[in-house]
């Protein structure tokens, strides 16, 4: 009978088996280009499915809103004196030389010196910011007067200007004058109808009694046209249609070629008539 072996434990086995996979496994990861896949998957439906550059967050410091309010700055140059504070004294007034100073005696130290110094030029900057603001007082009334002047000029000029068309045709007085104008057009127009047509109104008697024997004769219409006409449809046909005077406006496309010759000959004659009347000032029958 062979010898047996000996067998190696399982928990041995396990240890060996998980060192030689994670020595593996860091082999692999040193060659790999990849990302580990630890994270979490995120489904599309959620925000962070597409990967978005974050905006730059603001820097803005808000301050505290300062409680109170400024004092009125003064007038450096008030109306009263003008420019008082430009004259020569002016400065020697506010800042007067010390007592030292005026007996022309010298400094007795280093400190002095460095104070009349300095007080020195605090004289020299009052004077030339007293200038300085002057100046910028001129300069700035100088383009003021120039605004007020333009602003002035360019309401002359509009107060002025002549009304424009769409003013004048879009003013209600203007659409009065303008109605009343056609009214007065058409009562013209009707006066010269009435006056064309007072050559054939009846004003006697006997002009009546011989226009109802005309009208009233047997052979009336006989001697209009028709010698078998026994009325005005005998003479002048029909009375148009409700049709026919649709075709006549719309042309539809079952009119006949007459109908249409017809139409534009009825057409031709009123525009016609609209131009002799507009040429002549008068209504033509």
Request: hydrophobic residues 35%; without cysteine; proline residues 7%.
């Amino acid at each position: 009978m062979a010898p047996s072996l000996p067998t190696p434990l399982l928990s041995s086995l396990t240890a060996g088996s998980s060192v030689t996979t994670r020595r593996a496994a860091t082999a692999l990861r040193a060659f790999s280009t990849s990302a580990p896949s630890n994270r979490e998957i995120i489904p599309p439906e959620s925000p962070k499915y597409i990967t978005l550059q974050k905006p730059p967050q603001s820097e803005e410091i808000k301050r505290k809103p300062i409680k109170g309010h400024l004092p009125v700055p003064r007038q450096i140059f008030p109306p009263k004196s003008g420019d008082a504070k430009l004259a020569p004294d002016y400065v020697a007034r506010a800042t007067p030389l010390s007592k030292a100073e005026q007996a022309g005696l010298p400094p007795k130290n280093d400190l002095e010196a460095w104070r009349r110094s300095m007080a020195h030029s605090r004289r020299e900057a009052l004077s030339e910011g007293l200038k300085g603001l002057y100046e910028r007082k001129t300069t700035a009334e100088q383009i003021q007067v120039r605004r007020s002047q333009a602003k002035a000029a360019v309401r002359k000029a509009a107060v002025e200007a002549a009304e424009r068309d769409d003013d004048v045709l879009t003013r209600s007085t203007a659409k009065v004058k303008r109605l009343a104008r056609l009214k007065k057009e058409l009562r013209r127009d009707s006066l010269s109808e009435l006056y064309i047509a007072s050559k054939d109104f009846i004003v006697d008697e006997a002009e009546l009694a011989k226009k109802v024997d005309e009208l009233f004769d047997e052979g009336y219409w006989a001697s209009k046209g028709a010698p078998d006409g026994l009325s005005i449809w005998d003479v002048y046909g029909p009375p148009i249609r409700t049709s026919q005077m649709v075709d006549q406006q719309g042309r539809t496309t079952g009119s006949s070629g007459y109908d249409i010759y017809s139409a534009e000959v009825a057409k031709t004659a009123r525009k016609q008539k609209i131009v002799a009347e507009e040429l002549t000032g008068g209504k033509m029958v």
